[in-house]
């Protein structure tokens, strides 16, 4: 069996893995989607290492991409599902959040936790479709359909350009509309000359923080936007919130704009468009599906806490259980001074397998993040170019402070709350993603060179280092500053 590091989620717990991942396996997609596609094979480690098996990730892309190409309409109405089944989960969420748990019974406290761990199950689906898929589809359009009508109607635009215009999403998703209302939020406070301590400005900032405070957690992880963090950011950006509403504006427009036009240039068939449509509600989901989980964990938090009161467990110590010993400790109404220790254990390290419906821990004296020391990393070309610079390593919304022109920006993954430093890097490398991932698609926007899907760059370079980057053939070298300078 080849274990193949998918990427590095940081310290997400636990539970959340011991949830979700029986929503994986083929037999469960199997039972509830009537598809024949999934992961049997997984295991994550306390540094926050994913890994699966390539062999499942081969059969489920190649699978998915028969299904789409077969039974597009089919298709497009499973997709459809991802949202309706998205919007009913986060809506129960919402409703668990506002109920008084401590005057429940056991029995309904144990029948929220049955519910909340189907839903979470049913919805990995929607993790396992995009991450699977991703190369398959990237191949087959821009074998099938781009280069095709490149090569007959002469389009000026290289493969890559055309791809990434044609599956961008034009709806917008949870972080876009945070930053639309926080914009119309500072519009609404300069045009009416309002102090920040006037008690209506006070009001609309609590009002932006119950929708989306959750916006800087990441899953079940990372502190929720407080108060002090929303009127810092008001103060910095109060008076440039009619250009950057405007630009905001300007750019959904100018996107949609050259989409309407290379469709019609192309001259697409119905099928070509159905599948089209297909592959950008593909791209949507791949950030939809986190943001639910990361959604519907904040607003779980609360049930979490009440949960490990009552187990004289802190929310750290309960988020190290596994799903089953939660369910034993609703039933018994306690957690063993056993289990109290063995989670103090699995504090320190551990591996955690899941493999088809069993699962496992093995402990470990130490498990060590892995340092790579390589003077070269390899990725995947999303945006071409050649380049050197100095490297900022962005994992969280607070280090964004950190970029400053010209900064060749390395993470995990970019999201559309990126878009304010995107504009000032002189590259980005990312350790995640496909072509169709949100850093493949802004840079061919934004025409910065980029690399994706380096797994470990992250890991392999440190603020300040000097590297240089070919983005034409997918590499990333270290450098001296002799050299760069």
């Known amino acids: 069996m080849h274990w193949k590091l998918f990427a590095n989620r940081g310290r997400v717990p636990i539970l959340f893995f011991s949830i979700i991942f029986p929503g994986y396996c083929f037999s469960y997609i199997r039972k509830k989607r009537g598809l024949n596609v999934g992961q049997d094979y997984k295991k994550v480690d306390s540094s926050g290492d994913v890994y699966f098996v390539e ?46 748990l401590e005057i429940l019974s056991q029995k309904e406290i144990l029948k929220i936790w049955r519910e909340f761990k189907k839903r979470s199950q049913d919805f990995a689906f929607w993790l396992v479709v995009p991450q699977t898929i991703d190369k398959y589809l990237e191949k087959y359009l821009i074998e099938k359909i781009i280069r095709p009508k490149i090569k007959r109607y002469k389009v000026s635009l290289n493969e890559n350009d055309v791809l990434g215009l044609i599956i961008k999403p034009q709806q917008k998703i949870f972080i876009e509309e945070e930053q639309e209302d926080f914009l119309k939020l500072l519009q609404w406070i300069k045009k009416n000359k309002l102090s920040l301590r006037d008690p ?44 950057l509403l405007e630009e905001l504006g300007q750019r959904d427009k100018l996107a949609k704009k050259k989409f309407n036009s290379l469709i019609k240039q192309l001259n697409f068939s119905k099928q070509e468009k159905l599948i089209i449509k297909i592959a950008k509600a593909i791209v949507f989901i791949r950030t939809y599906r986190t943001d639910t989980y990361s959604l519907v964990g904040y607003r779980f938090r609360k049930f979490f806490t ?58 470990k004296a130490k498990i060590k993040e892995r340092k790579f020391i390589t003077k070269e990393i390899r990725g995947k070309v999303a945006y071409p170019g050649q380049l050197k610079g ?12 950190k970029i400053k022109n010209k ?24 350790n995640e993603g496909g072509i169709t991932c949100h850093a493949a698609i802004v840079s061919r926007e934004l025409g910065i060179p980029c690399i994706i899907g380096t797994k470990i760059a992250t890991r392999a370079l440190k603020d300040g280092d000097f590297v240089e ?10 450098i001296k500053e002799n050299e760069h300078k």
């Open 407 to 430: 900064d060749i920006l390395v993470t995990s993954m970019t999201s559309p709350d990126f878009m304010v430093i995107l504009k000032k890097v002189a590259a980005i490398i990312t």
């Open 469 to 478: 980057v070919d983005a034409n053939k997918g590499t990333v070298k270290i």
């Open 200 to 243: 209506k400005v006070q009001l609309k900032i609590e009002k932006h923080l119950s929708l989306y405070a959750w916006t800087s957690t990441h899953l079940w992880i990372g502190k929720p936007l407080t108060r002090q963090d929303l009127i810092k950011e008001i103060r910095k950006k109060l008076f440039k919130a009619e250009s």
């Open 390 to 401: 100095k490297v900022k390593i962005v994992l969280k919304k607070k280090d964004f402070a």
């Open 306 to 363: 009440f949960l490990a009161k009552q187990f004289d467990l802190t929310f750290k110590d309960f988020s190290y259980l596994k799903a089953c010993e939660v369910e034993e400790a609703i039933r018994a109404w306690d957690v063993s001074s056993k289990l109290k220790k063995e989670i103090e254990t699995r504090k320190k390290a551990f591996v955690y397998y899941s493999i088809k419906d069993k699962e496992r821990i093995i402990y």
């Open 55 to 100: 062999r499942d990730f081969k059969i489920s892309g190649s699978r998915l991409l028969s299904f789409i190409i077969k039974n597009p309409i089919k298709a497009e109405r499973l997709l459809k599902k991802c949202f309706q089944e998205g919007e009913s989960f986060i809506k129960f969420a919402n409703k668990i959040e506002k109920q008084k």
